[in-house]
Each structure stands twice: as C-alpha cells, then as structure tokens.
C-alpha cells in the first residue's frame, strides 16, 4: 500500500450509526445512552479513543454547545445534570480516533427536563351524604381560586382523590381523573352507614402536588330492612286500591245500562195474602157502613151447595168457592141475581 493511499484512508472519520436514546429524565438532569462505535461494521477507522458529549438549550437563537468532561470517556452513557426544570434541550454524541481531528460528527437528540410539583392545594374539599348507601359526593373550590400553581408549561392535568374508612385506614382507596372545572366528583363501592376520610391532590405531566386538608364524612344507612318490612303493606294497599276501583267501575256500568233500558220488576213466585190489596167495602148516600160481621146462607133449588160469606168492613176473609155442578147448561142452572135495596133510596 502507498503512502498516499494510507494518508487517505486514515481521514475516515468514525460515525455512530444511530442517534443516542434518553434513558431518564429528571427535574435537573438526563441521562443518555447510545451504541458503541465498532471497527470494520461502522463507518470509520480506529483506532476509537472515545466519545463526546455536547449539550445546550434548545432556543431559536442556537446557543453554543457546552461539552462535558467525562470521566471514563469510553462510556457509552452519560447523565447531564445541572439542568433547568420544563426545559427543552439538544444533545449531541460523537466518536473520537487518535489524533487530532480525529472526532467524527455529532448525532443529535432532543430531551426535556421534568416539571416540578404542583404548589398549592385544593381547598373546601367537603364530603357530602348523599341518598344512595354505596356513594360520597366531594365538591372542591375552583382552580382559579385556590392559588396552586402548576409549575409546568402544560398547566394542570389530573386531579386525584385519596378515601378510606377511619376505622380501617389500611383499606386506602384513592381515583385519579382529568382536571374538571365543575369542582365535584361522585364515589362510589363505598361502604354504607361508614365514616370516610378525603383529600385531595393535584397534577401536572410529571408529578403530584401536596395533599390537601383531610376531610370526613359518613355515607347513609342502607334501606334493605326497612323497604323488605313495608312491601307486604305497600303490595295490600296497591291490590286493596285495585278492587275498590274495579267495584266502582262496575256499579257506574250497571247504572248506566239499568238508565238505558230499564227492566221490569221480577212477580214474586209465591204471592200471598198479605200481599194482596186491601178491598174496603164501598159505601153511599144515605147508607150506613157497615161494622159488624154478617152471615149469610144460600140454598140453591134443588142443590145442598151452600156459601158462606163473613164480612167485616167490607173485606173478604177466608172466601170458600161456591162447588160448581157437572154439566150446567141451561139459564136455568144458574142462580138468580136480585138488585140489592137500600135504606133511603128508591
């Protein structure tokens, strides 16, 4: 191989093949990690004396790159600390060979740190009973009336409820939900006739704020004993109100048919003698009235047939027909009428 030849071939410079990778993210540092440049795979010549590593913020101004000193510069990763909170930066790896000039091209990444907590605390947080046994209603006062500050660009971003029985403060339960202006938020699977303990916490995308002021309240007494003793009385009265609607219902259907077309009163099967109307005995002028019981005796010519009429005031008591012969075929069979004579009258 020439001189000429050997001088070209070492200016290859060594290249790492892909971009480094951010392994952890803080409020003040990143960490960083990247593949190691190898002989005769990547492009460039050993022999490889180690890497570089650059950082700056990333601002539209391209500020100067700040290069670390590295401790073992054969290390294929690299925390940087000594960084702001929320801010976005730029970071660059290269590979240096021997010799001077001999560092190859900067593969770049970009990074942010972490937001602080939250400051601040949701105030008012009130525990309300409500009608339901398994559920608590919280209510808060607004965000923007309670001081906290997210200290993150991206503002608030969840809200979390922490609750657990005073009896049992083991049983922590705790619901995490976006930030919602309304300032309430229902619980539920609690358990009933039981004292809670609330508070409240904050969020932005990175970390959880200070819990706020505990607060305390009870969920209502479950109604399973006394809806099960006032089912038998409700389902009487229901069925109680049924018939009585239903016998009304039918005495106005009978009502009105009897007023469309009324019917005749049934004959007694058996009418008897108190049934029948009382006959008073005519009277007339002149003619005094009659108040004694009479008795009178018939004979019929040639007959043994008899009647006997009682009389008082007119009416007939115990009447006894007059025995009718076989065969009466002449006028002559039939009894003879005279008109009655009366005192007084012609």
Same mark, same amino acid.
């Given at each position: ?21 951010? !392994? ?147 049983? !922590? ?18 358990? #009933? ?68 077309? #009324? ?56 009447? !006894? ?26």
């Amino acid at each position: 191989m020439s001189i000429s030849s050997y001088f070209t071939l070492n200016q290859v410079l060594p290249r790492l093949t892909r971009s480094p990778f951010i !392994q952890e993210t803080t409020q003040t540092s990143i960490t960083l990690s990247w593949d190691g440049w190898m002989d005769g795979v990547d492009i460039g010549d050993p022999p490889l004396i180690g890497y570089k590593v650059y950082y700056k913020e990333a601002l539209p101004d391209s500020s100067q790159w700040i290069r670390l000193d590295r401790g073992n510069a054969l290390n294929v990763s690299q925390m940087i600390d000594g960084l702001s909170p929320d801010r976005d930066y730029l970071f660059g790896v290269s590979a240096v060979r021997d010799g001077d000039g001999g560092e190859g091209p900067l593969n770049n990444v970009t990074a942010s740190t972490s937001c602080l907590a939250p400051t601040g605390v949701l105030s008012h947080v009130t525990v309300h009973q409500v009608s339901s046994p398994e559920q608590l209603l919280i209510t808060w006062q607004s965000l923007t009336a309670d001081g906290a500050i997210a200290n993150c660009r991206s503002g608030f971003t969840n809200t979390s409820i922490y609750f657990s029985s005073t009896s049992d403060v083991s049983s !922590q339960g705790s619901v995490q939900f976006p930030v919602d202006s309304a300032g309430s938020y229902y619980l539920g699977s609690m358990v #009933p006739d039981t004292q809670y303990s609330v508070y409240m916490t904050l969020w932005n995308k990175d970390s959880e704020g200070p819990r706020s002021q505990a607060s305390f309240g009870m969920t209502s007494q479950t109604q399973t004993s006394v809806s099960s003793s006032m089912v038998p009385w409700a389902l009487f009265s229901i069925i109680l109100l049924i018939c009585a609607v239903l016998v009304v219902i039918v005495l106005i259907f009978r009502w009105k048919r009897r007023k469309a077309d #009324p019917q005749p009163p049934e004959p007694r099967a058996n009418p008897t003698t108190e049934d029948q109307p009382i006959y008073e005995n005519p009277t007339f002028d002149g003619s005094p009235p009659v108040n004694a019981y009479e008795s009178l005796k018939r004979l019929e010519d040639n007959t043994t047939d008899d009647a006997n009429i009682n009389v008082k005031k007119g009416r007939k008591t115990d009447p !006894q027909p007059p025995k009718l012969r076989a065969n009466p075929t002449t006028d002559e069979d039939q009894p003879t009428y005279e008109n009655p004579i009366f005192e007084g009258k012609k």
